[in-house]
């Protein structure tokens, strides 16, 4: 125990504790409190430090509070009553101050509510699960003979059976399957819907709670099915529990086999990153599909609890080398494993480690909520010296009454804390109004629950910082006013305050300057990535998922959609060439080196895929039916010929899942993963019947083409509902995440414009009061408003410059390791940063010059007569 | 209770620096009258309690040892002093005459 500093415990509380209590019982106190803390289970946890700022809180009553000098002497309850009398009074006098001040600060706080909500809804995602802090995910880490390490959360299945009887520290292991989609049919109902198949471990690992059914013995049958709430509402109606209609009911599924009912669950919810509408036990998939059952195949994700206490560090290292030790390290490939909890927000590897993922826009996020807050906290700041000319009468015979600097501290602390308080409760209004917006954006389901706890701590906190951060710098000045001078109203601030408070304005600006640079490189780079040209045609191309009965008839249905007049041609393929997802690390060409190890792509088509897609061809020729043998040929993609390593590709031989044949031809390289991937390399087969997908390419109508479409898919296969998807749309739905973060940060940078500019609009005010004699005696003497406006407006030209110079190069570095991540991305132009800056400028110059030229109208009688 | 005012907690309290004799600092009070009492006591409401007894003179305190779990700070030993022993005496005293003087017939319910 002697490690133990007293550095531990939290020290507010303490700091708390020592100021409020009477020094002579203060020692044996605080040494009981400390020695309390650590006796506890869990001394470093949050809940410890709750309890003893609870305990702190509960010392503070009277016999141990300390006699405070003030109290003693003053009244403060009337003093306190006076300072509010006062502040309110101000407030209602100098109401365009007031607006000014309250606006900055409810915009601020509103949007900064509003971020912490995004932020704090991120990172609980996952949580909820009992079991979380012992729930690790497997990932497969394939090292290439080049160094890259490319991962892929496909795991061996034959692993699950490993962990399971070998490892002692597991607990529990389950497969879980990608989402897909099923038609499910009861009675005439069909309906497709979106689930996975998992391991019976499944429900013991994860906590989606069952509302009928047994956990234990719902996924013992291979033929039993478990749905969500939501599904059985939809087949079953509201009473679905009432009538026990779900439970040993059966589905049709795909029309391939029937499925029992086993059990109802809560739906997943968006507190979950699992989603799924039905559960089927993993078994009946591995039945009809036995190639996951190698270890050279990964047909699952795989996820597994720890025994309680085990060490993760030893399963670690045990099990990274797993997969190699069974296939003879035929290919090098090492297990990762990451705590489940954290997998959600870091879910990008580079190099085999994660590198990040949403949790770079969780912290992109959060910094900018500070970015606002802090510039409406010096909105506040600057505005209230600014008032301090008007004050200072005030302030001056309030000490020669005997005030003295604290209790004029006091008073200013109060007056921000009325205001934060008020803006506070106004930004709560603003939140309750706009959280709507927020969520049709970033397609959450957020809301402010003023029933909870947590949300009043953090608003407690936010008005805590603001009130303080803001109130500080007036609170030090205005008590510093001499008595003299502030009764004379002469106050001259030193130059050691002028400087502060044109530091605080370049600071405001070159925060906006950041977020406006920030903003536009991220709406550019969106710009870029959806419209660049892929090496492909998405555009008006529609396709359909082939199901089994209509994949039977892939030939006639292909010929009866080309009967169509508004559709070009049609190809079938294996996949989306855009997102797709088979590959094969064995691959064998002519003059490979038998140590080397590639993962590539394959793609299956048929005749009329280059063509639908208008792929270019650069050497060799396309599939043809003149050439009866195509059916053993490839062609390849430019990465892969530099991958195989050849200069001329043509007639070279290649083998590909066990069949042999030659490269007939080279197509340029085409994009088929996001825009933070390189293009991977790429082997295309020409083999008919293993394709699902149909991409048909239409023209003119769209709408009577789908309808056509409809028709023949109708006929066809008449016991599934049509669906079909846009390619282009598919497209730019992968990209939802970076969309979201852009126009988030694009809202958010124009709330950061308003309030800099509410501020200059303050501080330009400011200074023209402090020189509305100057400005007097020089129209007397014939200066125009345009010198005028000239002579005001500069001294913030030059202060914005400045944010800009300060800005620019810190953006530059930020915004290029953001740029970083995408393996294509557009250029960062200087261009950027100019319009960036003038725009600020722009904005700043029309806020200052109009309170200038105000100033600067006004009639020299009205400021020199006082004199 | 006349001259010596002492509340119900209070009383606790100095029983349990008597039982804890020698080693009655902060936390083994607190923990002392947590085990017996089952009740949770508050670092507040007991420390409130034996400074008012000490001010009230049943109790006396010395600083004892430091130690790093107190983050260097000294214990605060009590000890109840031969005026508090008379007064727990004298609440005892009171509480035996109660007993003595309630009637037998007072606490037998089953006839009601």
Redesign the interface.
């Known amino acids: 125990?002697?490690?133990?500093?007293?550095k531990d415990?939290p020290k507010l509380p303490l700091k708390v504790l020592r100021w409020f209590c009477d020094p002579a019982?203060l020692?044996?106190?605080?040494?009981?409190?400390?020695?309390?803390y650590?006796?506890r289970k869990k001394p470093d946890s949050l809940r410890s430090k709750i309890r003893f700022t609870i305990?702190v809180f509960?010392?503070?009553?009277?016999?141990?509070i300390r006699r405070f000098q003030i109290s003693n002497q003053l009244n403060s309850v009337a003093m306190v009553k006076n300072y509010i009398i006062t502040a309110f009074r101000f407030a209602l006098r100098y109401k365009s101050y007031t607006v000014i001040n309250l606006l900055g600060l409810v915009v601020g706080l509103a949007s900064t509510i509003l971020i912490l909500l995004w932020i704090n809804d991120e990172i609980n995602i996952d949580k909820f699960h009992t079991k979380a802090d012992r729930i690790y995910r497997a990932y497969r880490n394939m090292h290439q003979s080049s160094g890259e390490v490319m991962t892929t959360p496909a795991i061996p299945q034959p692993l699950e059976l490993v962990l399971e009887n070998e490892y002692p520290e597991i607990d529990e292991v389950t497969l879980v399957g990608w989402e897909v989609e099923s038609a499910f049919r009861f009675g005439d109902d069909v309906s497709y819907e979106m689930g996975r198949y998992t391991s019976p471990e499944f429900f013991s690992i994860f906590s989606f709670p069952f509302l009928a059914g047994d956990p234990e013995t719902a996924m013992n049958d291979v033929s039993s099915v478990v749905i969500t709430e939501r599904l059985a509402r939809k087949f079953f109606g509201d009473k679905w529990k009432e009538d026990q209609l779900a439970l040993g009911n059966t589905f049709n599924i795909d029309n391939r086999k029937s499925f029992t009912i086993t059990g109802v669950v809560k739906d997943p919810g968006p507190k979950s990153s699992i989603q799924f509408d039905w559960i089927i036990p993993a078994d009946e998939y591995i039945q009809r599909n036995n190639w996951v059952e190698s270890w050279y195949n990964g047909g699952f994700r795989m996820l597994f609890t720890l025994h309680e206490g085990a060490d993760i560090a030893v399963v670690r290292e045990r099990v990274e080398q797993e997969v190699n030790e069974h296939t003879n390290y035929e290919a090098d490939e090492r297990i990762y494993l990451q705590p489940f909890r954290d997998s959600y927000l870091n879910s990008n590897f580079e190099n085999g480690v994660p590198s990040g993922g949403r949790i770079q826009y969780v912290r992109i996020l959060l910094i900018v909520a500070v970015f606002i807050l802090v510039i409406a906290c010096i909105n506040f700041m600057n505005l209230a010296t600014a008032r301090s000319n008007r004050r200072s009468k005030e302030i001056g015979i309030r000490k020669v009454m005997g005030a003295h600097r604290g209790g004029l501290r006091q008073q200013f602390f109060l007056e921000s804390f009325l205001l934060t308080i008020a803006s506070v409760i106004m930004a709560i209004g603003v939140v309750l109004i706009t959280i709507p917006f927020f969520n049709g954006i970033t397609g959450k389901t957020l809301h402010l629950d003023l029933r909870s706890i947590d949300v009043w701590i953090g608003v407690a906190g936010v008005t805590l910082v603001t009130g303080l951060f803001s109130g500080s710098y007036p609170a030090l000045l205005l008590s510093s006013f001499k008595i003299t001078n502030s009764l004379r109203g002469t106050i001259k601030h030193s130059r050691g305050g002028a400087y502060f408070r044109k530091g605080l304005v370049i600071f405001q600006f070159a925060l906006s300057i950041l977020l406006i640079i920030g903003t536009v490189i991220v709406y550019q780079q969106m710009q870029f990535v959806l419209n660049k040209n892929l090496g492909l045609d998405r555009e008006n191309m529609v396709f359909v998922e082939m199901e089994r009965d209509l994949a039977r008839q892939r030939e006639v249905y292909k010929t009866e959609l080309q009967k169509i007049p508004e559709i070009v041609s049609v190809t079938n393929t294996s996949g989306n060439p855009l997102s797709h997802g088979r590959s094969t690390g064995g691959a064998e060409w002519e003059g490979k080196d038998p140590n080397e190890n590639v993962e590539i792509n394959v793609l299956n088509v048929d005749l009329d895929f280059m063509r639908t897609m208008r792929m270019e061809i650069l050497q060799g020729r396309d599939f043809s039916v003149d050439f009866g043998s195509d059916t053993a040929n490839y062609i390849i993609n430019e990465v892969a010929t530099d991958v195989m390593g050849f200069d001329d590709p043509i007639n070279k031989r290649l083998k590909v899942w066990g069949q042999e044949g030659r490269i007939i031809g080279v197509v340029r390289n085409f994009h088929m993963d996001s825009m933070f991937e390189p293009i991977d390399p790429l082997i295309i087969r020409y083999d008919p019947n293993s394709t699902y997908v149909a991409f048909i390419k239409t023209q003119g109508n769209i709408v009577s083409a789908l309808d056509g479409i409809e028709k023949v898919t109708r006929s066809l296969n008449p016991d599934y509902p049509f669906k079909y998807k846009f390619m282009d749309e598919e497209y730019e739905r992968s990209y939802r995440n970076e969309m979201t973060l852009s126009t988030l940060i694009n809202i958010f940078a124009l709330v950061s414009i308003f309030i800099s500019c509410l501020g200059l609009l303050g501080l330009s005010s400011y200074s023209t009061s402090q020189r509305s004699r100057e400005i007097g005696i020089r129209k007397v003497h014939g200066a125009s408003i345009a010198n005028l406006v000239v002579l005001l407006s500069r001294d913030y030209a030059i202060l914005m410059g400045l944010a800009f110079v300060i800005a620019a190069p810190l953006a530059y570095y930020v915004m290029r390791e953001w740029l970083n991540d995408f393996a294509f991305r557009t250029e960062l132009d200087l261009f950027i940063f100019a319009i960036a800056g003038i725009g600020v400028f722009v904005g700043g110059a029309l806020t200052v010059g109009f309170k200038s030229y105000q100033a600067a109208m006004i009639n020299p009688v009205n400021t020199l007569k006082d004199e | 209770m006349g001259k010596y005012a002492i509340g119900e907690f209070e009383e606790i309290v100095m029983l349990t620096v008597a039982v804890l004799f020698g080693d009655a600092y902060g936390i083994t009070i607190k923990q002392e009258i947590e085990r017996r009492m089952s009740r949770k006591v508050s670092v507040g409401a007991m420390r409130t309690a034996l400074n008012r007894l000490e001010k009230k003179g049943f109790l006396e305190s010395k600083f004892g040892e430091a130690t790093a779990v107190r983050g260097g700070k000294r214990k605060r030993y009590f000890q109840v002093t031969p005026f508090g022993k008379r007064a727990l005496d004298q609440i005892m005293e009171t509480r035996k005459q109660y007993w003595k003087d309630i009637p037998s017939v007072a606490f037998e319910f089953k006839f009601i």
């Open positions: 125990m002697s490690e133990i500093t007293p415990a019982l020692e044996d106190v605080e040494g009981d409190l400390m020695e309390l650590h006796s305990d509960l010392l503070f009553r009277p016999g141990m």
